[in-house]
């Protein structure tokens, strides 16, 4: 993958698996993402999701 220039710098992540990572930095490349929770009753910081997260392809 190229280098990543359009890094959204309000949205920082170190999650490199992901489809929307910033190659070779720690943001995001979506304008916008959602996160979320799959616990009913979130306590610590394990219990919440970037629910825009897609695994990056091969
Ligand atoms: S979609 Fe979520 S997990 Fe993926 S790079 Fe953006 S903030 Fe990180």
Redesign the pocket.
């Known amino acids: 993958m190229a280098n990543c220039n359009n890094p959204n710098k309000s949205?920082g992540?170190t999650?490199t698996q992901?489809e929307?990572?910033c190659n070779g930095q720690n943001y995001?490349t979506?304008e916008k993402?959602t996160v979320g929770t799959h616990e009913a009753n979130p306590t610590v910081i394990e219990c919440t999701d970037?629910e825009?997260?897609k695994a990056k392809q091969g």
């Open positions: 949205i992540c999650v992901c929307y990572h995001c979506l993402i970037c825009s997260f």
